[in-house]
């Protein structure tokens, strides 16, 4: 099983909204990560969490807050976006910090 | 600068050829170079990864060349099936011995398979 479980799917929200991306794994990986893909470019990595302890933060804006309440779970919490931020928001987790597994993304669209 | 380069933004193949897609990449210090699809709306799909100290690496249809010296690998599909058409994305994990998964992607290469 390498499934990367990622709610919701779609999300638009108002710039003055605060809102949260989830996402799942039960595969008992170490490591989970936030990437971000914006529309014909590649994915760019925004944040790792390794044994629950975030070790790198891609000078992330503070408006994007990630958390990671258990080792299955990491959530990303929105708050004052921009319409520019809009993109597709990917979940990955990985045993060996070598090989990704990620979920089907949030398709996030700001107004 | 791009680390990791796709330079072909397309390829169309006929059902049951070959498709070779390609990826450069500028460091030559990289040591593990990974292979994801990616369809619409989806999240990519980890294919074939190869580690420097291979120059091949094999799993069904799917067969990644690694050539150092030219600091450069290919993928190559055979033979290619309709359900083969989405994008295909090179990444890089740079820090393979300390390894903290910050792949550097590609551009990708969209490959359209036609029956």
């Known amino acids: 099983d390498t499934e990367v479980t990622q709610t919701p799917k779609h999300l638009v929200m108002g710039m003055t909204n605060k809102k949260s991306l989830k996402c799942e794994q039960h595969?008992?990986?170490?490591?989970m990560y936030w990437y971000k893909q914006k529309a014909k470019k590649p994915p760019e990595l925004m944040f790792v969490?390794?044994?629950?302890?975030?070790?790198i933060n891609e000078s992330v804006p503070s408006r994007f807050s990630p958390e990671c309440p258990n080792s299955s779970l990491l959530n990303l919490h929105l708050h004052a976006l921009q319409p520019e931020d809009s993109a597709l928001y990917l979940c990955a987790s990985s045993q060996d910090q070598i090989v990704l597994f990620f979920g089907s993304g949030t398709q996030l669209s700001v107004l | 600068d791009q680390q990791v380069k796709q330079n072909s933004p397309s390829l169309s193949v006929q059902e049951g050829r070959i498709s070779i897609l390609n990826c450069d990449y500028t460091n030559s210090m990289f040591d593990y170079f990974l292979w994801y699809k990616k369809y619409p709306a989806e999240g990519p799909t980890f294919l074939i990864s190869i580690s420097s100290i291979k120059d091949k690496n094999e799993d069904g249809r799917f067969t990644v060349f690694l050539n150092k010296s030219a600091k450069h690998l290919s993928l190559h599909i055979v033979p290619s099936q309709p359900g083969d058409s989405a994008v295909y994305f090179c990444?890089?994990?740079?820090?393979?011995?300390?390894?903290?998964?910050?792949?550097?992607f590609g551009k990708g290469t969209k490959l359209s398979v036609k029956p």
């Open positions: 990444a890089v994990n740079p820090n393979y011995g300390g390894s903290q998964g910050n792949l550097i």
């Open positions: 969490y390794s044994y629950e302890k975030l070790s």
């Open positions: 595969m008992g990986h170490r490591a």
